[in-house]
Nanobody, 127 residues
Framework: QLQLVESGGGLVQPGGSLRLSCAASGFTLDEYTIGWFRQAPGKEREGASCISISGGSTNYADFVKGRFTTSRDNAKNTVYLQMNSLQPEDTAVYYC????????????????????WGQGTQVTVSS
């Protein structure tokens, strides 16, 4: 059974950092583009970042550029989201999503482009 499991969320003070992980089971991530999305209470789900199969192509939403970095270790079947300089407005449930693609540098930006989702991990930024 194809499954994505996020971990690494928690409570952090403004200016702090967290590293989220997205581990896959039941399939190998080296055929999938991976996106990170977030959803705050009362708001729509929005894309934060995306990383291609090769890791050579990435995309970041304007609100995370320069603060978040996504990477992947296909050998460990895991994708990461390093989040620095966190602010209260980053508080949300963070999800990883996977979509099987042919191109090793394919980037997918919209949530509707992904078929497989994790359960999410809560990130709370507060003093």
């Amino acid at each position: 059974q194809l499954q994505l499991v996020e971990s690494g969320g928690g409570l952090v003070q403004p200016g702090g950092s967290l590293r989220l992980s997205c581990a896959a089971s039941g399939f190998t991530l080296d055929e999938y583009t991976i996106g990170w999305f977030r959803q705050a209470p009362g708001k729509e789900r929005e894309g934060a970042s995306c990383i291609s199969i090769s890791g050579g192509s990435t995309n970041y939403a304007d609100f995370v550029k320069g603060r978040f970095t996504t990477s992947r270790d296909n050998a460990k079947n895991t994708v990461y989201l390093q989040m620095n300089s966190l602010q209260p407005e980053d508080t949300a449930v963070y999800y990883c999503a996977a979509e099987k693609v042919l191109g090793h540098d394919t980037i997918l930006l919209g949530p509707n482009e992904y078929d497989h989702w994790g359960q999410g991990t809560q990130v709370t930024v507060s003093s």
